[in-house]
């Protein structure tokens, strides 16, 4: 289905599938089996300016829009999920500090990312704070002209690797009563904790930040005190969009396997394609790709247009996160027995989807968020 894109953004998708294609994809397999994170990877992408595209020109950045930034993440996502989870993380952390930040933050912090000289991270989820970011304990006291951070944030993004983390810390006793601050990385008291094993996304970053009486100056806080959650929930409605691209170009990688492999593949005197169940799970997989899509497309283009796009991003998150384990269930299912074995990229794709539906909002999140957001409109 042929979106209307305009040139611009047809370019930027065909540069970024070339790059991919050639750059990416014959390399991906390799990092996720070492579990290596892509340093050589990210450099050029930074090089290509896919770490600023959400960013104005005056810092450095591409200012390309939210529909040209969702299909070069598709692309990204479709060649290795993990790649395209960490140029969504650090966009996440460039939107508060565009949105928030004074002329010296972004001069400081904002300037770096959009130049891909270092990834960022958004460190929101702490062990007994997940769905619920108002019963977060990370506190930051103000001491003269500081403020000391203690506490522990879990499951964070680029973690070892941020030039820059985004915290949202407590800064009052109040429910509600949380602040977001700017932390360098090397911060004294800031130590980075055991990284995550986990299922999928193995050459992506997962780890524990712990922040032991750690003392940064009272101009890192990033907005008002008190506006923490405004800054991480307003992040993350753009954050949504990023993880709608990744799950959709992963749709896309599902159907390409699938398809390649069922038209390859012979039993009973011809392709499996032939064979209707085959057929079927292969338009299912296409439909869903199409769907998810237009709801990314359609999300991305409200926030261009600078209208509210918060139940689009939520709906656009849950229905692409959820058909991207569809999807990867159904192709797997037509690789049969070679699709169980590590080493085939569908393998990958299906245990990478997984967390898609958990972070940046779970599934039950989101239907709050579109239940919420459906009940204003009426
Ligand atoms: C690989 C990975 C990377 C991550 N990266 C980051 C990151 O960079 N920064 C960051 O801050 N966090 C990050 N996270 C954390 C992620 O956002 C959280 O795991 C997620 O928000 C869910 O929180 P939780 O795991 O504590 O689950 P919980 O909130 O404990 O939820 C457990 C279950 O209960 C459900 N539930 C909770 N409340 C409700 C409710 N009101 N109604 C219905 N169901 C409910 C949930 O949907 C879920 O099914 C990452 C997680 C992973 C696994």
Redesign the pocket.
């Known amino acids: 289905m042929d979106l209307p894109l305009t040139d611009e953004q047809m370019m930027i998708r065909d540069m970024v599938r070339e790059f991919a294609h050639g750059e990416i994809e014959p390399y991906a397999q390799d990092y996720n089996t070492r579990g290596e994170y892509p340093a050589e990877i990210l450099k050029k992408l930074g090089g290509l300016g896919l770490f600023g595209m959400m960013v104005p020109e005056a810092y450095g950045g591409a200012a390309a829009g939210a529909v040209s930034y969702s299909l070069a993440l598709q692309e990204i996502a479709r060649a290795c999920a993990s790649v395209a ?1 960490t140029l969504s ?1 650090t966009n996440l952390s460039t939107e508060p500090i565009l949105q928030y930040g004074t002329e010296e933050q972004k001069r400081k912090y904002l300037v770096p990312l959009a130049s891909g000289e270092h990834v960022g ?5 702490e062990p007994e ?4 970011p108002s019963s977060l304990k990370t506190s930051a006291v103000k001491k003269g002209r500081s403020y000391v951070i203690n506490g522990t ?7 070892s690797h941020a030039g820059v983390i985004i915290l949202i810390a407590r800064t009052s006793a109040d429910r509600n009563g949380c602040s977001a601050f700017l932390i360098p990385s090397g911060a004294k008291g800031l130590r980075v904790g055991k990284e ?1 094993r ?1 299922m999928g ?1 193995l050459a ?1 970053n ?1 780890v524990e930040l712990v922040f032991e009486d750690c003392e940064v100056p009272a101009a890192n806080l990033l907005g008002k005190p008190g506006m923490g959650l405004k800054v991480a929930l307003g992040a993350l409605d753009s954050g949504r969009i990023g993880i709608a691209s990744q799950a959709t170009g992963m749709i896309g990688a599902s159907l390409s396997e699938a398809l390649s492999y069922a038209s390859e593949r012979r039993q009973f005197g011809k392709a499996i394609i032939r064979h209707q169940s085959i057929g079927n799970m292969i338009a299912d997989i296409a439909v869903e790709h199409e769907a998810a899509r237009l709801l990314t497309w359609s999300a991305a283009g409200l926030k261009d247009r600078g209208v509210p796009f918060s139940r689009e991003a939520s709906i656009a998150k849950l229905y692409a996160t959820e058909a991207a384990n569809r999807s990867a269930y159904r192709a797997l299912q037509i690789f049969g027995g070679y699709g169980y074995i590590r080493d085939n990229k569908i393998e990958r794709i299906y245990r990478d989807a997984r ?1 898609t539906t ?8 989101q239907r ?1 968020v579109i239940a919420r957001e459906t009940e204003k409109l009426a």
């Open positions: 989870v993380v991270a958004f460190a929101l989820t704070a997940g769905s619920d944030k879990q499951f964070i993004t680029n973690g995550e986990k996304l992506s997962t967390v958990i972070y940046e909002g779970t599934s039950e999140v709050m």
